[in-house]
Nanobody, 134 residues
Framework: VQLVEPGGGVVQPGGSLTLSCEAS????????IGWFRQSPGKEREAVAC????????YYGDAVKGRFTLSTDNGGKTTSLSMTGLTPDDTAVYYCASSRNWGGTYGSSWYIRYGQCYSNGMDFWGKGTQVTVSP
């Protein structure tokens, strides 16, 4: 699975930006897909993730109410709409997806109880820079 994230850029504080991620394929029935970000000196954090089965959603506390994850094209296109951006949102944003979860703990568990931890994802895009600055 290859993930490509066009987009990114420089935005003024209070502005909006939408990132998109195109997956080459989604061969699994029970998978998770979402967005992570990492800024210098900080650990990578989950921003927003979705389970393929029941479409459970996870949003990081820092972005709740401001960011919205959506999928289209049979799930191959995953978008992250960001509003009310602040300099704290400046980071490299990565799209990621997982292999098949299945078993006792499916992707829904991963999203709802695992809070979309980074090690649960198997495929990563190269990342796109988002800079929020006056």
């Amino acid at each position: 699975v290859q993930l490509v994230e066009p987009g990114g850029g420089v935005v003024q504080p209070g502005g909006s930006l939408t990132l998109s991620c195109e997956a080459s394929e989604l061969p699994y029935a029970d998978y998770a897909i979402g967005w992570f970000r990492q800024s210098p000196g900080k650990e990578r954090e989950a921003v927003a993730c979705r389970a393929s089965t029941d479409r459970s959603l996870y949003y990081g506390d820092a972005v709740k109410g401001r960011f919205t994850l959506s999928t289209d094209n049979g799930g191959k296109t995953t978008s992250l709409s960001m509003t009310g951006l602040t300099p704290d949102d400046t980071a490299v944003y990565y799209c990621a997806s997982s292999r098949n979860w299945g078993g006792t703990y499916g992707s829904s568990w991963y999203i709802r109880y695992g809070q979309c931890y980074s090690n649960g994802m198997d495929f990563w895009g190269k990342g796109t820079q988002v800079t929020v600055s006056p």
